[in-house]
């Protein structure tokens, strides 16, 4: 059906761009001048001038004047048809069908090399089809870690060693109390920090399984964010299931309703997914890190789910994160301190940076701007410590990471 359609629609084409051309042919089966449909205009037009005449219409002053400059325009065309060489019909006809021929054949092989000819029809019914199957046939949590590409691990060279020994007792210390909340938590984090994801997930899931039925829905949303990126950014069934236990704790944690609509989008249902990810866009707050990744999509995702009249909210004015920074009268103070002062007090606001956003969370640019801040004052080290908890914070947000990481890059802290 889908080549009949295509012959009938080329067909229809070819005719009408053909037509003219036989049209345009003398009683010898020549083509035509242009000149000739403009003397039968001015034919036309002669006559009519005679009509308005004998109806009153115009004056006979106006119909002579009228009648000279047609007779003008009739000369100029009778000329201009003296002076056209003729062209036989079958030549141009060749022509036409040449290049038509051309165009067709060239329309039906680039949708040969670029299309699917051999695709059949593919109903709403049967993509859903599709999606569920793609759904329930999804890799588990074993097979899609195996599978996922390798993360190359920070080595011993790009670590502090101090950090890393540090690290290797807390290993030790959770081998010997491994019932220790605080432990697993701080282990957790240390193992994404060096991007030992295996070894980071593995310790979240053993602080979830330590917790149980008391597991926040904070600590349920990171170990299924863990879950996600040891297996290569898949959502296996196994983080499903750690997902929906977080959100049955808390339904409005939005960290874990962004990776919900993500599962949707991985299974082929962006129908599903546009509603989740339209109501963390509407509800914001717009420096949340999830808002630039959904507000990129949100477009195409809505047009995907038969909503391509939706308007996404525009960002609120002045909604966009300021970055904390000194006032006029901490900077008018700095100008009388020595040196060592001075220092002492870049030093106090950068901490004061860092505490805020360890335990309130912060913008990505913030974090951003810290790990700068601590390459500045010397601090490379521990300004890697804080970009791996950057990573483990944003692990969910491409989008969000990527400031961070352009800070780190720039300070050195990667290859």
């Not at 793609?134 to 950090?163: C, F, G, L, N």
Request: contains cysteine; glycine residues 6%.
């Amino acid at each position: 059906m889908f080549w009949i359609i295509c012959a009938a629609l080329l067909l229809i084409v070819a005719v009408a761009i053909l037509a003219p051309v036989w049209r345009q042919r003398g009683d010898n089966g020549e083509t035509a001048p242009a000149a000739s449909f403009d003397m039968k205009v001015y034919r036309d037009q002669m006559q009519e001038v005679e009509r308005d005449l004998e109806r009153g219409v115009i004056a006979p002053d106006e119909a002579e004047r009228l009648r000279t400059e047609i007779g003008r325009k009739i000369l100029d065309a009778d000329r201009r048809m003296a002076d056209a060489p003729t062209q036989r019909k079958g030549g141009a006809v060749i022509a036409a069908i040449t290049v038509m021929a051309i165009i067709s054949g060239g329309a039906v092989a680039l949708y040969l090399r670029e299309g699917a000819p051999g695709m059949p029809d593919l109903p709403i019914a049967e993509r859903i089809a599709q999606a569920q199957r793609a759904y329930d046939e999804r890799p588990d949590q074993a097979t899609a870690e195996s599978q996922a590409p390798a993360r190359a691990p920070v080595t011993e060279a790009e670590a502090d060693p101090e950090y890393l020994d540090l690290v290797e007792q807390l290993r030790r210390a959770v081998a010997e109390k491994p019932d220790d909340p605080q432990g697993l938590t701080l282990l957790a984090n240390s193992e994404m920090r060096l991007g030992n994801i295996p070894a980071a997930r593995d310790a979240q899931q053993k602080l979830v399984d330590l917790r149980q039925d008391e597991a926040s829905a904070q600590e349920l949303m990171q170990l299924a964010a863990l879950m996600m990126e040891a297996a290569g950014g898949l959502i296996t069934p196994q983080a499903e299931e750690v997902l929906a236990r977080s959100l049955q704790k808390d339904p409005s944690q939005p960290q874990a309703r962004y990776l919900l609509g993500m599962l949707q989008l991985q299974n082929g249902r962006p129908d599903r997914a546009f509603p989740i990810w339209r109501d963390l866009l509407e509800a914001g707050p717009e420096d949340a890190p999830w808002i630039g990744p959904i507000r990129n999509s949100i477009p195409d995702l809505a047009w995907l789910a038969g909503e391509p009249n939706y308007q996404p909210p525009a960002p609120a004015a002045g909604s966009m994160p300021t970055l904390p920074g000194p006032d006029q009268d901490s900077i008018a103070a700095a100008r009388d301190l020595s040196p060592e002062e001075r220092q002492d007090m870049i030093q106090n606001m950068v901490s004061q940076l860092e505490t805020r956003l360890a335990e309130e969370g912060g913008t990505p640019q913030e974090w951003a701007r810290l790990i700068s801040s601590l390459v500045i004052l010397g601090q490379t080290d521990h300004a890697r410590d804080i970009w791996g908890e950057a990573q483990l914070r944003f692990a969910a947000s491409a989008e969000a990471l990527a400031p961070i990481r352009a800070a780190a890059q720039d300070a050195g802290l990667l290859e």
